[in-house]
Structures are given as C-alpha cells and as structure tokens.
C-alpha cells in the first residue's frame, strides 16, 4: 500500500510540474499574440520558474530516497538542464530580449512539457502495476 502511495505522490508532484510549464506557454502565447505586455509576461514566468526548479528537484530526491533508481536516472537529465540554467544566470526572462527569445524560451518549454509527459507515463504505468501487485498479493 505505501510502495501506491508514494506513486500517487510522485504523480502529482509531476502533475503540479506540468501545470507550470503548460503555464509558462500560456503566458509566452499571450505575448506572441499580444495579449500581455512584456513585462507582466516576463513577470509571470520568472514567478514560477524557482518554484518548477525546486519541485522538480525534490521530486528527484524523493525517488532516491525512496529506491526508485530508474526514475531516478530519467529525472537527472531534467535537473542537470535546471542546475545548469541557474548556474548560468539563464533561468529568468529578460523583459528587453524577450521578443529576441521568444521561439527558444517555447522549444525549451516544449521539451520540458514533451519530457514531463513522458515521465507522468512511466509514473503511472509503475502506479498500476504496483496496485496490480499488491492486488494479486492480497488474494
């Protein structure tokens, strides 16, 4: 029961991290069709960009402690990508280049979305199956 309980747990934290990506493309194709203005745009990205980097972080701890080396493994890339970001003082949008980086700042989170999809996936796939597990061993 706990081994479904932590999946559900590493679920939603993936969930959340997709929600603020789906977000940051919201935010990027208002500006594109000039909904929003490039300040409250940048404003609103660098908003939640700590707080998908510290999720996304937490989730990779939580599948170390927790044993789930695998998943472990297909989150490191991700993480290395958001360290490597913050290192290089890239992480925020700059309200005077954003037009300039508008198309890279969606690829980026394209790939983000594309990758957290892929892990959402696996995470539910593991979900089940642990429940069909569990299932089987009760009977």
């Keep these: ?7 559900l747990l590493f679920f939603f934290t993936l969930i959340a991290i997709l929600i603020i990506i789906v977000f940051q493309l919201m935010c990027l194709a208002d500006l594109e069709f000039d909904y929003i203005n ?6 609103r990205i660098n908003n939640t960009v700590l707080p998908e980097f510290i999720t996304q972080g937490v989730l990779c701890l939580l599948f170390l402690v927790t044993g789930h080396w695998v ?3 297909f989150c490191a890339p991700y993480l290395y990508y958001n360290v490597q970001l913050y290192l290089r003082r890239e992480h925020l949008m700059d309200v005077t280049e954003i037009f300039n980086m508008l198309n ?5 989170r394209l790939f983000k979305l594309g990758y957290t999809i892929l ?3 696996m995470c539910l796939f593991w979900m089940i199956y642990k429940a069909l597990e569990e299932d089987e061993h009760s009977l």
């Design 1 to 7: 029961m706990a081994d479904v309980l932590l999946w």
């Design 38 to 43: 490039p300040y409250d745009t940048a404003s």
């Design 71 to 73: 998943m472990s493994l």
């Design 104 to 108: 890279w700042e969606k690829k980026q």
């Design 119 to 121: 892990l959402i996936f």
